[in-house]
Nanobody, 124 residues
């Protein structure tokens, strides 16, 4: 299971650091990532980190968000800086049990486990 936390309300330009803790099995050798879904929109890729430490980002968050993981804690984090109103959404963590190639990383269908969403609200 994946348990996400750390969302909240922040002013534009502010920062949040959602975290996602895994239990029941280890994902230390597999990709973990973050997706988001705003009301009325499809779920979209935000960021992911593969077992080799390689990170991937959506163009809309590059330079503002940083994904990291702590394999000892079986957890993944998303440092979000410079938040904009358009970043407001429910953020979902996800984990795969396959060693994904780069092209598969942004695809929600590549992930086998999902956490519940943690809500991020950005006021302008």
């Amino acid at each position: 299971q994946l348990q996400a936390s750390g969302g909240g309300l922040v002013q534009a330009g502010g920062s949040l650091r959602p975290s996602c803790a895994a239990s029941g099995r280890t994902f230390s050798g597999y990709p973990m990532g973050w997706f988001r879904q705003a009301p009325g929109k499809e779920r979209e890729f935000v960021a992911a980190i593969r077992s080799i430490g390689m990170t991937h980002y959506a163009n809309s968050v590059k330079g503002r968000f940083t994904v990291s993981r702590d394999n000892g804690k079986n957890a993944v984090y998303l440092q979000m800086n410079g938040l904009k109103p358009e970043d407001a959404a429910a953020y979902y963590c996800a984990a795969s049990v396959s060693r994904l190639i780069a092209g598969m990383v942004p695809n929600p269908g590549s992930y086998d486990y999902w956490g519940q969403g943690t809500l991020v609200t950005v006021s302008s």
